[in-house]
Nanobody, 119 residues
Framework: QVQLVESGGDLVQSGGSLRLSCVAS????????MAWYRQAPGNQRELVASITSGGSPNYRDSVKGRFTISRDNGKNAVYLQMNSLKSEDTAVYYC?????????????WGKGTLVTVSS
C-alpha cells in the first residue's frame, strides 16, 4: 500500500516563507511526475507546480518567481519552497505523485497540509 505524507504547513505572515515536504512510502518501483496542488475554501483544487521525472518544473502563473518545486528520488520526496507568500496563497496544499507499482502506474495523493498566510 502506498502512502503520501505532507508536512511543513503553518501560519505565516505575508511576505514570509515556508517549505513543504511530501514523502512517499510503501510498495512501488518507480517515481514519475510529482506535483503540488492547493484548495482554498470555496474554490476548486488547482495545480500549483509539477516536476517531471527528469526534473523539469512547471508552475502556475501566480506563483512563478516565488515558489520552487524540487524532488529527491532517493528519498521518495517532493518539496515546495514558497517565498514572498501572499494572503491568496492560503489553502490546503496536497502533494500528488504518479507511481509505478506491480499493478501499473497510478496517481496517489496525500491528505494535505494547511498553509495560512496572514496579511
Amino acid at each position: 500500500q502506498v502512502q503520501l505524507v505532507e508536512s511543513g504547513g503553518d501560519l505565516v505572515q505575508s511576505g514570509g516563507s515556508l517549505r513543504l515536504s511530501c514523502v512517499a512510502s510503501g510498495s512501488f518501483v518507480g517515481l514519475k511526475t510529482m506535483a503540488w496542488y492547493r484548495q482554498a475554501p470555496g474554490n476548486q483544487r488547482e495545480l500549483v507546480a509539477s516536476i517531471t521525472s527528469g526534473g523539469s518544473p512547471n508552475y502556475r502563473d501566480s506563483v512563478k518567481g516565488r515558489f520552487t518545486i524540487s524532488r529527491d528520488n532517493g528519498k521518495n520526496a517532493v518539496y515546495l519552497q514558497m517565498n514572498s507568500l501572499k494572503s491568496e496563497d492560503t489553502a490546503v496544499y496536497y502533494c500528488s505523485m504518479r507511481l509505478v507499482t506491480a499493478a501499473g502506474s497510478g496517481d496517489y495523493w496525500g491528505k494535505g497540509t494547511l498553509v495560512t498566510v496572514s496579511s
